[in-house]
């Protein structure tokens, strides 16, 4: 949110901001925007003046988790151990995927939006590890061609996967590992 704006501006938007965190966690990504203008007291044009998108807004919601996964990713690029560091960053970006209901859709609705758009979370989220990606691919511990773009993508597909499960982050987690171990160990 610019800093120059009105005061009452501001409040708007951190009102919006709040009340939507609140329905995309009760609704997942399609939580209606007329609903969150409603609850925050304030019209459509005032919520699309904010946020002229779905995306924006979603991206807002997510925007401070993102930024964190980000900084850690970024912390990571340089561990000592770099299988290490890629599975817990990817177990973190798993938990918070299937913990943070409309996050999965959310990254999933990214794939399909034009690569240059840089303020997607995917696009984030795969621009931040692309370092310990690639070191982890000159080290051998991944698989030549494994992308940062495929990690974000199988996370997407677990968390949509398990969003309806009773313990969605515990199955989550259960099915990365499952992916990381592989379905058929060596013998």
């Not at 901001?17 to 609850?39: F, M, T």
């Not at 990713?73 to 890629?86: F, G, I, Q, W, Y």
């Not at 984030?124 to 310990?132: D, N, R, S, T, Y």
Request: one cysteine or more; glycine letters at 6%; hydrophobic letters at 45%.
């Amino acid at each position: 949110m610019p800093e120059n704006q009105r005061a009452d501006a501001r409040r708007n938007y951190a009102r919006i901001l709040a009340v939507a965190e609140q329905e995309v966690a009760a609704h997942g990504a399609d939580a209606s925007l007329e609903r969150i203008a409603r609850i925050a007291g304030v019209g459509s044009a005032t919520v699309r003046r904010h946020f002229p998108s779905r995306r924006a807004l979603l991206e807002a919601v997510f925007g401070e988790r993102i930024e964190a996964l980000c900084a850690g990713a970024a912390a990571s690029a340089e561990a000592p151990d770099v299988r290490t560091a890629l599975l817990d960053w990817l177990g973190a970006l798993t938990e918070y995927a299937a913990s943070a209901r409309g996050m999965a859709e959310a990254l999933a609705q990214d794939r399909l939006v034009d690569p240059e758009h840089v303020n997607v979370c995917s696009v984030k989220l795969g621009g931040a590890v692309e370092p310990l990606v690639r070191r982890a691919a000159e080290e051998g511990v991944v698989a030549p061609g494994v992308t940062p773009a495929d990690l974000v993508a199988l996370v997407t597909g677990i968390a949509l996967a398990t969003e309806h499960h009773p313990t969605p982050v515990a199955e989550a987690r259960r099915l990365l590992d499952l992916t990381v171990e592989g379905v058929s160990p060596p013998r």
